[in-house]
């Protein structure tokens, strides 16, 4: 029997074992290499049949329909009610490749209101098992008042219909203050993420206050402050990364070791800085290979917590702008879907006003939720599980091509990487 | 590459995949589980 097109094989990390590894269940099947190393080989004992079948390793006549469907199943059924709130879109940092361009300012008080009543109307409908929110900016700490008032209240909502509430902040770290830590752990932000991009010498470069002043000493303080607390939390140290620091990674590695290496809570991921459509692209050098995994490597070498690989390519997890039930909200009520091109009409899909009533532009929704369903080529992609399209609705709809995510052509060793963080495989070495 | 004969010629049950099987999904929330939560939170 053939296997899946979704079934990709790779070594693990020590070279002894081979993983045939299904994108489709994110399903891993290990064994040993010395015994099998084709498909056919491990197809061929009938005791693995069952868990073959079970995890969708065969190909099938229709298995390219069936993943279509479950994909648009789940997109339009069985996704959380996603908002990410922009308390402030201004910002007291200067990064030097930032998109954004700071006119506008604190969230109003009726914007404020209207998302409460928002919310309320849909969980109340009684779709969604869980809400999530995602505070962003701008600088979103610059209105610490707006989410604590805004978290409150959805802490009473969800509680009242049984929602599963979570949600997570992605700050420069700067204004996470003692008081806004116990504030944001006692309001549900379970996830962390804070840009340090690179040594103090490289982050003070690149990531400065508006007046130009070094910010590296009081987020790393901030951020020790943050490992002293108990709450079951996340930190991802996020480092943008381009020509200008990368040669300093290592350090800058060895330098997170040293202050949360500690702690399992803290992990670092690596992203490549890319001309984001801010005014200062032009002297932003850019790296033209992916990062992440070689980085990713060099973390776990220095004996720092890398994240998690398998969040990148999880089945089922294209971008938040695809679904249609993710929203980015503004300052001023404007929604959008994606939180890059806030300055594209396109991506201007409605306004809330302080009723709570959400008025759409259908046709501009159209554009970020369903502009992959009709092409096949994505469809019939080995990779499709992961992505069905939909990783950047944004290239698709800037550039009419589809937005292809590196990781696509890197599979392999996404999965030897796995092993090397102890993603559970179906361990079956043992048994031979 | 030499090989254990007696390994060879042994037979693996079904019972015993089942069993491996059990023991790699046998937790309340895995670190998989959880690595699809973060996913969602950290998609910017």
């Not at chain 1, 692209?281 to 973390?299: F, G, K, M, Y």
């Not at chain 1, 009409?345 to 006003?353: Q, T």
């Not at chain 2, 790699?24 to 998609?43: K, M, P, Q, R, Y």
Request: glycine share 6%; with cysteine.
């Amino acid at each position: 029997m053939k296997p899946s097109r979704y079934v990709i094989k790779a070594p693990s990390f020590n070279g002894e074992s081979t993983i045939f590894y299904n994108i489709r269940s994110n399903v891993g099947i290990k064994v040993p290499s010395n015994r099998i190393t084709r498909f056919k080989e491990l197809a061929d004992i009938q005791a693995f049949h069952k868990v073959l079948h079970k995890y969708h390793f065969f190909a099938t006549p229709h298995e390219e329909e069936e993943v279509f469907v479950e994909h648009h199943t789940k997109k339009q059924e069985e996704n959380p009610f996603h908002l990410i709130i922009l308390p402030h879109q201004n910002c007291n940092f200067r990064c030097v490749y930032c998109y954004e361009k700071f006119e506008k300012n604190k969230m109003l008080p009726h914007i404020e209101e209207g998302i409460v009543k928002l919310v309320e109307a849909q969980l109340s409908s009684k779709r969604y098992k869980v809400f999530t929110v995602t505070w962003f900016g701008g600088e979103p700490l610059l209105a610490v008042d707006v989410i604590e008032r805004l978290s409150r209240e959805f802490q009473k909502i969800t509680e009242s219909y049984g929602v599963t509430y979570v949600s997570s902040i992605t700050t420069n770290g700067y204004n996470l203050t003692p008081s806004v830590i116990d504030m944001l752990l006692n309001s549900g932000v379970v996830s962390f993420q804070v840009t340090i991009d690179g040594t103090k010498e490289c982050h003070d470069h690149q990531r400065i206050l508006k007046g130009g002043q070094p910010t590296y000493d009081r987020i790393i303080q901030n951020l020790r402050e943050l490992s002293t607390r108990s709450h079951p939390y996340r930190v991802l140290l996020r480092m943008n990364v381009g020509q200008d620091n990368i040669q300093y990674a290592d350090q800058h590695i060895q330098d997170m070791k040293r202050f949360f290496g500690h702690d399992f809570r803290f992990a670092m991921g690596f992203h490549n800085i890319g001309h984001w459509g801010g005014e200062n692209d032009e002297n932003v050098a850019i790296c033209p290979e992916n990062v992440t995994l070689d980085l990713s490597h060099r973390t776990i070498d220095h004996g720092m917590k890398a994240d998690p690989i398998i969040n990148k390519v999880q089945a089922y997890s294209p971008c938040y702008a695809a679904s249609p039930h993710s929203f980015v909200i503004g300052v001023d009520g404007m929604v959008y879907k994606c939180t890059v091109a806030l300055y594209d009409e396109r991506n201007h899909v409605g306004m809330i006003d302080s009723l709570g009533n959400m008025t759409l532009h259908d046709e501009r929704m159209h554009l970020w939720t369903q502009s992959s369903v009709e092409d096949s080529t994505c469809k019939s992609c080995y990779y499709s599980p992961a992505c069905h399209g939909e990783s950047c609705p944004l290239v698709r709809i800037e550039n009419g091509r589809r937005p292809c995510p590196d990781f696509k052509k890197q599979m392999k060793e996404i999965v030897t990487l796995m092993d090397r963080q102890n993603y559970k495989f179906i361990d079956l070495t043992p048994l031979f | 590459m030499n090989q254990d004969p007696i390994k060879k010629k042994r037979e693996i049950s079904e019972d015993e995949v089942n069993q491996v099987v059990e023991q790699t999904f046998d937790h309340d929330i895995s670190e998989n589980e959880e690595g699809a939560i973060i996913n969602v939170l950290c998609a910017q």
